[in-house]
């Protein structure tokens, strides 16, 4: 066989002035210097556009994915350009490949170039992404809230076991950096409550401040935002590995229920923990405080506890363990929630754990702020 029959070869010539043909000849195999579709693209941007492109495959050899790529680039070009693609003429084999790779979807999780559309229509995108995001958001809550009621029945499939398994993991295994991040927090609202109380001759207030800030606001607060960063971006990153190795896809064939199974353990388990971290924070931070004020504002013990003791009301101690209790539900729902929206790749799961954590701190500081305003107006 010559050598010219070995390389890959195109002609393209046109059939009157509604159809281009591209006569196929040699191997069309995968390598460096196959033809590109430079030829064609000029021949269709001609003032006479046709209306159909086909090809002639009487000379072709071989071929493999070099040629599959070039057709597909043909196709693309033929669809920018308004001129039907007509693939009758080629191989069966190639045909046939070439509508499987034209079906398959394109990946859930692939970018969309949105950076050549108008500024209206990208808002008009932006806009569409946000009212999905926001009925998933409510479609998850209904599942859970509707998985609790089933537990509640004792009738979901769910095992007490996964729970514990995570109060462990979010609980005790979390209280070395909730114990350091509250003590620095008790310290810091010491000194910034004696820097000004000194001015007055009223440090002995200190205390009052401390305990006031810390067991309405700081302590469930600053615990919240910690399991957020710590214990929300690993439910997120769990859930979405179990995503992409097709695992929740497993739970879902079997009939298991992946909120039940999976998503309501979590949820539970940080209800029911985030009261008891919430205390342990409160007793850390007043810590901090006695720390500062015995050591530097030469209060004794007895004073600041005294003082401690008579600022703390108990409504302001149940709120902040209530405020507690929902903060940990929060972190669990939205790490979970991105999780469970997590895509296929490895990229993806990344992306939803930090996803994660800015929801979840987000909704927390709002969730925060709401409160404050319903307290106000019930004078709590």
Known sequence: MPETNNTAHMEVRRRGENLL???????????????????????????????????????????????????????ELCRRMNVEFNSETLPPGVRKLIHLAQAVPEMKDAKQDTS??????????????????????LTFLGEVVMASFKLLRGRAQFRWSDTWLAIQECGPEALGVVALINFLVGLILAFVGAVQLTNFGATIYVADLVAIATVREMGCLMTGIILCGRTGAAFAAQLGTMKVNEEIDAFTTFSISPIEFLVLPRVMALVLIMPLLCVFADLIALMGGFAVSVSILDMSAVEYIDRTIQAIELKSFLLGVFKGSFFGMLVAITGCLRGMQCGNSAAAVGLATT???????????AADGIFAVICNALKI
């Open 21 to 75: 043909v591209v006569n196929l000849s040699g191997q069309w195999l995968a390598q460096p210097g196959l033809p590109g579709i430079e030829e064609i693209e000029k021949e269709l941007a001609r003032s006479t556009v046709p209306q159909s492109l086909e090809f002639a495959t009487n000379g072709l050899g071989d071929w493999n994915s070099g040629l599959l790529s070039f057709l597909l680039r043909c196709s």
């Open 116 to 137: 050549e559309l108008p500024h209206l229509d990208r808002v008009g995108e932006r806009a569409i992404q946000a009212g999905t995001g926001f009925k998933e958001m």
């Open 355 to 365: 996803s994660a954590v800015v929801a979840g701190i987000t909704s927390i500081i």
